[in-house]
């Protein structure tokens, strides 16, 4: 079975309520449909009645709630809600009400914040940035987590390498810069993400140019300091580095770079030591061995909140929503 199929399985097990605020764009409401009919997840949908007849219109989501911004009796609850975290940052009443009016992840945000849902799915016609942003300054990180990160369940065809050919990539969406401590908290959640939506054991690889020290730089001192860092932190979890791409994945490779290693040759789930490498690297993968990207997938923050890409199709909508499902299981 795909192991989307396996995930959306999983969310029907336990159904969770979804918000999906792009009502702009007519894919949120062919994904809405399809969701519903499948038992996937419970739907809002946000949008003035007359955004939700004109780009509804032909799609059956007779299932879903829908929560208009400008009369909804909920507001006033999200907008004291919206004061009281953000009132230090100068949000006022007005500036709340203006601002959830305008851009409705805020509204999203507030709605999971105030209990009235479990995540929120978005993004395929507005930035990364512009997602991520209401999520980061409302629903903030998880206890014990400093920084949200984003990860790609990879499914690579024909693969006997990883957990036969399934990987976690992380971070190849959110984090510009990296210290050590970072990294190593990157190791700590993408190891749970793996468990969480493969289920079998994870085996995490700090990635380098340089293996157990065959090169020397400061770019390498600080992958091997986030594995110390990790291993401490993480005592339970497989974690080794710093490993270049084939010792971490061949095992005839491993033998003669990293011999005793029990990641090296078996790694299910790569941290990437920069943006640019985690973002590059899984679009090689998903081009080149034609893949299944799923993601970017959010990890670290207090409820689950998804982005998707613009040039998303409803059923990639589907499967996104269908992990937020899956994240809020576990929230
Ligand atoms: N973890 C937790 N909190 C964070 C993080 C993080 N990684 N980054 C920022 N924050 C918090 C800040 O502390 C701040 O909180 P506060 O307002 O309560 O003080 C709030 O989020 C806003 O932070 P800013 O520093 O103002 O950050 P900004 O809004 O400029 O951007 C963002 C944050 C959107 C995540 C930015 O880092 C970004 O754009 N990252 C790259 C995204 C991207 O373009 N990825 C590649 C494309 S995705 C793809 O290809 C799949």
Redesign the pocket.
Request: overall charge positive.
């Given at each position: 079975m795909a192991i989307i199929d396996v995930i959306k399985a999983k969310a029907k097990a336990d159904k969770k309520t979804i918000v999906l605020p792009e009502t702009m764009d007519r894919r949120t409401f062919e994904a809405a449909e399809k969701i519903l009919k499948e038992g996937i997840a419970n739907i809002v949908l946000i949008g003035t009645e007359e955004a939700i007849k004109e780009n509804g219109a032909g799609f059956d989501i007779s299932g879903a709630t829908i929560v208009d911004p400008f009369n909804d009796p909920n507001k006033e609850k999200y907008i004291n809600k919206f004061v009281e975290l953000?009132a230090k940052?100068g949000v006022t009443y007005e500036t709340a009400k203006e601002q959830m009016e305008k851009d409705y992840m805020y509204y999203a945000c507030l709605m999971c914040k105030c209990g009235d849902a479990d995540g929120v799915v978005s993004g395929a016609c507005h930035?990364?940035?512009n997602t991520?942003?209401p999520a980061?300054?409302l629903l903030?990180?998880k206890p014990g987590t400093?920084?949200?990160?984003?990860f790609f369940l990879m499914e690579v065809p024909d693969c006997d390498l990883g957990d036969h050919g399934l990987f976690v990539f992380a971070d190849?969406?959110?984090?510009?810069d990296f210290d050590s401590e970072k990294l190593a908290e990157i190791a700590g959640l993408s190891a749970q993400s793996f468990k969480n939506f493969v289920g079998d054991e994870p085996k995490v690889a700090m990635l380098s140019y340089s293996t157990k020290g065959s090169a020397k730089h400061d770019d390498v001192t600080k992958v091997a300091d986030a594995v110390r860092i990790a291993q401490e932190k993480y005592p339970d979890i497989e974690i080794d580095g710093e490993l270049q791409l084939d010792a971490a994945l061949v095992p005839t490779v491993a033998a003669l770079k990293a011999p005793g290693s029990k990641v090296a040759g078996h790694a299910n789930t790569l941290v990437f030591p920069s943006?640019e490498a985690g973002?590059i690297g899984y679009k090689l993968v998903q081009r080149l061995a034609k893949a299944n990207a799923y993601?970017?997938v959010l990890q670290?923050l207090a409820m689950p909140v998804n982005?998707l890409?613009r040039g998303c199709y409803a059923d990639d909508i589907v499967g996104v929503v269908a992990m937020t499902a899956v994240q809020a299981q576990q929230s």
């Open positions: 953000r940052k930035s990364t940035g991520i942003r980061l300054q903030k990180t400093k920084s949200v990160s984003g190849c969406a959110v984090n510009t943006l973002n993601g970017p670290g982005d890409s």
